[in-house]
């Protein structure tokens, strides 16, 4: 169900007697055989409903809006169940079969004839986690969908809650609207489970992005995919980041000393997910070494409680005085070099808004040459414009931040959006 490949930024290295970073890029292909179904849905999906969503650019409507459209994209053997928030939380759909659609999408109607109020999310995240678990199945894609315009009122209990439902298999994917909302925060309550976040500066493009993310639930076939590494004498993991199909941080768990175990969550049909291994390796002779042995497991589909695992796959290094053998891979290093851009992004957002303007500078400019480099120059002119904006106003403005960050975890990108 799973093939795995694995390679290093460099697969000789230098025998200098120091210790030395090296990058391991591992990528896991989903196989799904002929006849494989899709997992069906176990979702919930969380509407804000606090009074910034009535204004003008009619946000309460075009939410409302997605909702039904993921309704009628759903099917009899889907659950649904559909929470609204404002200051507390009110369940408008308990937990049902997608049988009668247009209930369903009545009552998801109503929502505006509730009151509004003001923004705090763990309520909807609380509640929806409870109607999840009415059907919570790992035969199933329990997934949480919320969708907020504001910050809210409770960031540590909205990060307590994502941290302990996904323990238990409920993920949640976040969306947010406009630029007054906490990016870092939905950002990492999506990656604590391997969901997605979305940054939507319209919100006429809201039911949109709900039907991108639908339809990729839908192609669900493998659960709770976890990568682990069995590292040899020597070998240290600094850091773990996914890398495509977006970057995203991952949890990781050391299970013993040379153990790590990375949770990569759910894989669709035909999506690979590559994971980029930070490692520093300790000085040795010439000669060939076995630095660490990769194995994927996952849940076996169609057979519940039974896992699957893939063969070890050893990952093997060659130590040499030779300079003419230190050749470094090309695709390994693109995909750093994209990684560290959304680093420096990440960092660098984070000091302008502490008022560090000169570290803050110092960064970006970094990550624009990295972004020009590796040939994305949309990634390259939304960084240049902040660092324009932080020279001229000493500050980044909110939707610049935003763009910048969206663009900054993508791998992929367009030629075609280099002709503007």
Same mark, same amino acid.
């Given at each position: 169900?799973?093939?795995?490949?694995?390679?290093?930024?460099?697969?000789?290295?230098?025998?200098?007697?120091?210790?030395?970073?090296?990058?391991?890029?591992?990528?896991?292909?989903?196989?799904?055989?002929?006849?494989?179904?899709?997992?069906?849905?176990?979702?919930?999906?969380?509407?804000?409903?606090?009074?910034?969503?009535?204004?003008?650019?009619?946000?309460?409507?075009?939410?409302?809006?997605?909702?039904?459209?993921?309704?009628?994209?759903?099917?009899?053997?889907?659950?649904?169940?559909?929470?609204?928030?404002?200051?507390?939380?009110?369940?408008?759909?308990?937990?049902?079969?997608?049988?009668?659609?247009?209930?369903?999408?009545?009552?998801?109607?109503?929502?505006?004839?509730?009151?509004?109020?003001?923004?705090?999310?763990?309520?909807?995240?609380?509640?929806?986690?409870?109607?999840?678990?009415?059907?919570?199945?790992?035969?199933?894609?329990?997934?949480?969908?919320?969708?907020?315009?504001?910050?809210?009122?409770?960031?540590?209990?909205?990060?307590?809650?994502?941290?302990?439902?996904?323990?238990?298999?409920?993920?949640?994917?976040?969306?947010?609207?406009?630029?007054?909302?906490?990016?870092?925060?939905?950002?990492?309550?999506?990656?604590?489970?391997?969901?997605?976040?979305?940054?939507?500066?319209?919100?006429?493009?809201?039911?949109?992005?709900?039907?991108?993310?639908?339809?990729?639930?839908?192609?669900?076939?493998?659960?709770?995919?976890?990568?682990?590494? $069995?590292?040899? !004498?020597?070998?240290?993991? +600094? #850091?773990? %980041? *996914?890398?495509?199909?977006?970057?995203?941080? =991952?949890?990781?768990?050391?299970?013993?000393?040379?153990?790590?175990?990375?949770?990569?969550?759910?894989?669709?049909?035909?999506?690979?997910?590559?994971?980029?291994?930070?490692?520093?390796?300790?000085?040795?002779?010439?000669?060939?070494?076995?630095?660490?042995?990769?194995?994927?497991?996952?849940?076996?589909?169609?057979?519940?409680?039974?896992?699957?695992?893939?063969?070890?796959?050893?990952?093997?290094?060659?130590?040499?005085?030779?300079?003419?053998?230190?050749?470094?891979?090309?695709?390994?290093?693109?995909?750093?070099?994209?990684?560290?851009?959304?680093?420096?992004?990440?960092?660098?957002?984070?000091?302008?808004?502490?008022?560090?303007?000169?570290?803050?500078?110092?960064?970006?400019?970094?990550?624009?040459? $990295?972004?020009? !480099?590796?040939?994305?120059? +949309? #990634?390259? %002119? *939304?960084?240049?414009?902040?660092?324009?904006? =932080?020279?001229?106003?000493?500050?980044?403005?909110?939707?610049?931040?935003?763009?910048?960050?969206?663009?900054?975890?993508?791998?992929?990108?367009?030629?075609?959006?280099?002709?503007?």
């Amino acid at each position: 169900m799973i093939r795995i490949e694995a390679q290093c930024s460099r697969e000789n290295l230098p025998a200098t007697g120091e210790s030395m970073a090296n990058y391991l890029l591992v990528k896991l292909f989903p196989a799904a055989g002929e006849g494989t179904p899709s997992l069906p849905l176990n979702l919930a999906l969380v509407i804000d409903n606090s009074g910034s969503m009535y204004g003008s650019d009619r946000r309460i409507a075009h939410a409302i809006e997605a909702a039904c459209h993921v309704v009628d994209m759903m099917g009899p053997r889907d659950i649904v169940s559909v929470v609204g928030f404002h200051d507390v939380a009110r369940t408008f759909v308990s937990s049902t079969p997608v049988r009668d659609k247009n209930a369903i999408k009545g009552a998801i109607r109503s929502l505006p004839s509730w009151e509004a109020g003001g923004t705090r999310m763990a309520t909807g995240m609380r509640e929806a986690c409870r109607e999840v678990r009415r059907q919570l199945s790992r035969e199933r894609v329990n997934r949480v969908l919320v969708l907020t315009d504001g910050n809210t009122a409770d960031p540590e209990e909205c990060e307590s809650i994502a941290e302990r439902e996904t323990r238990d298999g409920i993920v949640f994917s976040t969306f947010g609207v406009g630029d007054d909302w906490n990016q870092p925060l939905l950002s990492k309550i999506a990656d604590l489970g391997r969901g997605r976040w979305y940054y939507i500066d319209a919100p006429a493009a809201i039911p949109g992005i709900f039907q991108q993310e639908l339809a990729s639930l839908q192609k669900t076939f493998l659960n709770d995919v976890k990568l682990t590494a $069995v590292l040899k !004498r020597g070998v240290t993991v +600094k #850091k773990v %980041r *996914l890398v495509e199909p977006e970057i995203a941080d =991952l949890v990781t768990s050391q299970v013993s000393e040379r153990e790590v175990v990375v949770n990569v969550g759910s894989m669709e049909r035909d999506v690979p997910a590559f994971v980029l291994f930070h490692l520093s390796l300790a000085s040795r002779q010439p000669g060939q070494y076995r630095i660490a042995e990769l194995l994927v497991s996952y849940d076996r589909p169609g057979r519940p409680g039974e896992r699957a695992r893939t063969e070890p796959l050893p990952v093997v290094v060659t130590y040499t005085t030779d300079p003419a053998q230190l050749w470094q891979n090309g695709e390994v290093l693109r995909y750093v070099d994209m990684e560290h851009v959304d680093s420096m992004v990440r960092q660098g957002t984070m000091l302008a808004a502490r008022g560090e303007k000169e570290r803050a500078t110092r960064l970006l400019s970094a990550a624009a040459q $990295v972004a020009d !480099r590796t040939g994305d120059r +949309k #990634k390259t %002119r *939304l960084i240049q414009a902040a660092l324009h904006e =932080l020279d001229a106003a000493g500050q980044i403005d909110r939707r610049t931040q935003l763009a910048m960050a969206d663009r900054a975890r993508q791998t992929r990108f367009m030629p075609e959006e280099d002709e503007e």
